[in-house]
């Protein structure tokens, strides 16, 4: 199936290269529930970089830094794409910062994280497959376990 | 080598430099040195009861001429009405000049060290990290051997849940030594560990029979299965005997293979072995008051 065939838009974002099992996911990040504009979603695409891709295209919306940041913990490969009158804008390649403060939860039970507010901050070990450790109670998570917040 | 100031909080915060100085420190502190900590206070915040963690800080800072003080319940402050790790550091830093954390909450020693202006040192927080026990680990590894480098190491029991067989072994592996890990497959070494240790260049080899590797160990490090670490009562009960050292042993090791244990044990050691040469393990708590005495004066930059 090709990408094209999903509808241009006219103003908004697209993010292409997401791994197709974690299309999903990250839609869930995005909120889409508070969108006011249709998002169009499609996955399983064939792709020259990845083994199968999800693309998302979201009309008249764009994303902030920290949206773009919470894309990259599961999509390090992703591209976001600012379109503004059917023409890319600009082309941001995701990145994975070395420290994610605040993004992630610790889902340990006995972590102080858990216990008291304190602002989670997780270290990366590795990106793909991603590695993440709690900063205080030492745990690492892989990408499946991970929780991003909302 | 300056540690001024210094938190002692996990394992992965040492370099092998660090490690190294610290245990020569250590050795120093074999020595008397009554006045070597004089006028300085430690806090000793125990937010649940450890009878042996406390009692060795507190005598390595009596033997240093310092003064402690603090709880060692938390039914006993005001903690249980909610007060947080946080502002309990905020008024116990302006009452002392270092502190020992203990908690069953992973990663408050973290928070701690975050909250303090003076030095903090982890008492042990939960399942996570125990690093006073790691270096009195290895302080007693290098005392009786005279060396780490080129060691067989067997480590046998809990290993899966055993945070102090974790962190040693991560200690360990700034030093070309060999490990063997022994216990019934659903107790082993976490695939991680082993995966990182072998990317450190260790040799790793994964046992259920203790006989099978015990002929060329140097050290056999015993830990005992925790109850409080099993999700499942039933999986305890599965595992609760699965070893039970005896003299039987003897037969099956060198003659300068050294047993150790962190202690409290429950029966993986009978206590005919104690009067043999091969048992370390009340040596080995012993260590802990040199150890304990070197952080603190390290922390506080009066090593010298
Ligand atoms: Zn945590």
Redesign the interface.
């Known amino acids: 199936m090709k990408e094209r065939r999903i509808p241009a838009i006219k103003d908004g974002t697209v993010i292409d290269h997401i791994p197709s099992r974690d299309t999903f996911r990250i839609i869930r990040i995005l909120n889409p529930q508070e969108f006011k504009y249709p998002i169009n979603l499609a996955l399983n695409l064939d792709s020259k970089k990845m083994d199968s891709k999800g693309v998302i295209k979201i009309n008249s919306r764009f994303l902030t830094q920290s949206e773009v940041n919470k894309i990259a913990i599961l999509a390090p490969n992703a591209t976001v794409s600012i379109i503004k009158n059917y023409k890319v804008m600009e082309k941001i390649q995701v990145k994975l910062p070395e420290e994610l403060v605040g993004v992630l939860n610790c889902t340990?039970p006995?972590?102080?994280?858990s216990?008291?507010?304190?602002i989670s901050k997780f270290k990366v070990l590795r990106e793909e497959p991603l590695e993440v450790k709690?900063?205080?109670?030492?745990?690492?998570y892989g990408k499946d376990e991970v929780e991003i917040k909302r | 080598m300056n540690f001024k100031g210094r938190d002692v909080i996990?394992v992965?915060d040492f370099s092998k430099s660090d490690l190294i100085y610290i245990l020569k420190i250590a050795k120093e502190m074999e020595k008397e040195k009554p006045k070597l900590l004089d006028g300085k206070i430690l806090a000793a915040l125990f937010f649940e009861p450890s009878t042996r963690t406390r009692l060795s800080f507190e005598s390595a800072m009596f033997r240093l001429g310092g003064k402690v003080l603090g709880f060692s319940d938390e039914k006993v402050t005001s903690v249980k009405k909610g007060e947080?790790?946080?502002d309990t550091i905020k008024m116990a830093e302006r009452y002392s000049d270092v502190i020992v954390i203990r908690s069953?909450?992973?990663?408050?020693a973290?928070?701690a060290a975050e909250a303090a202006s003076i030095p903090v040192i982890n008492g042990g927080?939960?399942?996570?990290?125990h690093p006073t026990q790691m270096l009195l680990d290895l302080y007693t590894i290098q005392k009786i051997k005279k060396k780490i480098e080129g060691l067989k190491i067997g480590f046998l029991g809990d290993l899966k849940y055993g945070r102090t067989v974790h962190s040693l072994a991560i200690a360990l592996s700034f030093w070309k030594v060999e490990m063997c890990f022994i216990a019934p497959d659903a107790l082993q070494m976490p695939e991680?560990y082993i995966k990182e240790l072998r990317e450190k260049g260790i040799k790793c080899h994964k046992t259920s029979d203790v006989f099978e590797v015990s002929p060329k160990l140097d050290i056999l490090y015993v830990t005992r299965i925790q109850q409080e670490r099993f999700p499942d009562p039933l999986e305890y009960e599965k595992y609760k005997n699965a070893y039970r050292l005896d003299i039987t042993l003897l037969d099956h090791i060198k003659k300068e293979l050294k047993i150790m244990h962190p202690l409290p044990r429950v029966g993986e050691i009978n206590a005919e072995l104690d009067d043999t040469e091969h048992a370390i393990y009340f040596e080995q708590a012993a260590n802990g008051v040199a150890v304990r005495k070197a952080l603190l004066a390290l922390v506080l930059g009066k090593e010298k």
């Open positions: 340990n006995v972590c102080i994280t216990k008291e507010i304190v709690c900063h205080y109670c030492e745990r690492v | 996990s992965r947080t790790v946080w069953p909450v992973e990663g408050s973290r928070l927080d939960g399942a996570n990290q991680h």
